[in-house]
Structures are given as structure tokens and as C-alpha cells.
């Protein structure tokens, strides 16, 4: 299913999808390059996509067409508010977060999503034993992110035993062209998986 769902529709991934998976829910698919090789890997995971921009969203629906996903439903909108106001407690197989905004500028550093309260809430919309993965390419966002994640009681970095904390660059997580512009203008990327405990 590749459906683009308003915030009107009931929240009911069993009827999307037709069946009961280990759902999987991505924050900003961006132009989904990620999005539809993560779910082309994983047939037996069902994936939410999460995106404001819409152009992008249009780009992931046609490569959802392209493979012939049936594992992938779009939504567009804030996903915060899906979080809070829509996603049980406890549902989630896994929340990813690749490479959201960095609001570089010091003063609009408060508008970053991996926050305090936002990892709190997201922790709570994982199942014991769900991952949250981030990855971003902007030094002083992942070490905010590192350390709002450590400071969350639910949540256990499943690199604690890694220099610095960081995961390893998983193979399975697929390079888009935004990573490749990264590293080619110097800016390393860092991942990181904490583990609902």
C-alpha cells in the first residue's frame, strides 16, 4: 500500500497494511531514496513514512510504483503530533531519523527535533526491545543527540561499548545523495542506535 493519508483518517496500520508486522515509522523519508531500499529489504516489515515536503513525497511514491511495495504507507504532516496524539504506546518496531534538520545557527538550536521531551515521547512509542536509529552529518547535532539519548532512562545505546558511543555505519542503511554530499564536502556522519529497554 502506498497511500498519502491526512491527519482526518483514523491511525490504523492493521487495515493499511492488510496484516500485523513489525511496523517501522521514519521521520522525515525526505525524497525516499532510504525509505523504499529499506523497505524492498525488509517484505516482512511494514514502513510509515513521515514527510512534510511534498515533492518528496511524491519521488518515494513513485519508487514505492517502481518496486512494487505493498509495505510502505506515506503520511504527510508533523510527526510529533502523529506521535503524541495518534501512535500507542509501546507499537513502534523501530523510529528513524536520518539526517533531519540541523538548524545550524546557535539561536535556532531550540528548533532541532532530537530533544528532551521529543526522545522521551519517542521512547515511549516503542515496543521493549525497539530501536531508535539517527544519523546526521553535523558534529554538534550528533553530540546534542548522543547525550539527550543517553540522559533518556528507557533507551540504552547499543554502542556504549564503542569509542565515543558511536554505531559503526550499519551496511544496511543505504547511501543517498545527501550523505554522498556530505562526505564530499568533508563532514562525517555519525549513526547512532539506542535499544527500548
Known amino acids: 500500500m502506498a497511500d498519502l493519508l491526512g491527519g482526518a483518517q483514523p491511525y490504523d496500520p492493521p487495515s493499511w497494511f492488510g496484516r500485523t508486522a513489525p511496523l517501522v ?3 522525515g523519508s525526505g525524497m525516499g531514496e532510504s525509505t523504499a531500499a529499506l523497505a524492498a529489504a525488509a517484505p516482512d516489515v511494514d514502513h510509515i513514512a513521515v514527510e512534510v515536503y511534498e515533492p518528496g513525497l511524491a519521488q518515494l511514491l513513485m519508487r514505492i510504483a517502481e518496486l512494487g511495495l505493498t509495505n510502505v504507507v506515506l503520511l504527510r504532516g508533523d510527526a510529533v503530533a502523529l506521535l503524541r496524539e495518534r501512535v500507542p504506546p509501546a507499537s513502534l518496531a523501530g523510529i528513524r531519523i536520518f539526517f533531519p534538520d540541523p538548524w545550524p545557527k546557535r539561536r535556532h538550536r531550540k528548533r532541532r527535533l532530537v530533544q528532551p521531551e521529543f526522545v522521551a515521547l519517542a521512547a515511549s512509542r516503542l515496543a521493549p526491545g525497539g530501536t531508535l536509529h539517527l544519523a546526521t552529518d553535523w558534529d554538534d547535532y550528533a553530540t546534542q543527540m548522543r547525550s539527550v539519548c543517553d ?3 528507557a533507551l540504552r545505546n547499543t554502542a556504549a561499548d564503542q569509542p565515543g558511543g558511536w554505531t559503526p555505519r550499519p551496511d544496511w542503511r543505504p547511501v ?6 556530505a562526505h564530499h564536502e568533508g563532514r562525517e556522519v555519525h549513526d547512532l542506535i539506542y535499544r527500548r529497554t
Do not use: G, S, V
Open 25 to 27: 515509522l521514519e521521520i
Open 151 to 153: 540522559a533518556e532512562p
Open 176 to 181: 543517498t545523495k545527501f550523505e554522498q554530499r
